[in-house]
């Protein structure tokens, strides 16, 4: 059974930083990509950043020049650092990820449970 299990929420001042995580457990062939989605209230989920097995990466323009995806592959674990953070990135942040979980031939959608983000103006 694979799992995304996400860490590093929290409340924080406009113009501070944050650092999401999100690792992979269970028995994993590859994982593909990784990505953070967002969603507000009332709102639709967002995409915010990508990042490919390779090290490709994808990000909304929203937050373009402020958040970094990275990963590391050997930990099945994906980040976000947020920097310079403002009120519109309130949402709850869900990591997604593209997994070949052990003894199955194809990939398979998998999302973390979220955790809340909070920028205070």
């Known amino acids: 059974q694979v799992q995304l299990v996400e860490s590093g929420g929290g409340l924080v001042q406009a113009g501070g930083s944050l650092r999401l995580s999100c690792a992979a457990s269970g028995t994993i062939v590859r994982i593909e990509n990784m990505g953070w989605y967002r969603q507000a209230p009332g709102k639709e989920r967002d995409l915010v950043a990508t990042i490919t097995n390779g090290g490709d990466t994808n990000y909304a323009d929203s937050v373009k020049g402020r958040f970094i995806i990275s990963r590391d592959n050997a930990k099945n674990t994906a980040y976000l650092q947020m920097t310079a953070l403002k009120p519109e990135d309130t949402a709850v942040y869900y990591c997604?990820?593209?997994?070949?979980?052990?003894?199955?031939?194809?990939?398979?959608?998998?999302w973390g449970q979220g955790t809340q983000v909070t920028v205070s103006s």
């Open positions: 997604h990820a593209d997994v070949r979980p052990s003894g199955l031939p194809k990939f398979y959608d998998y």
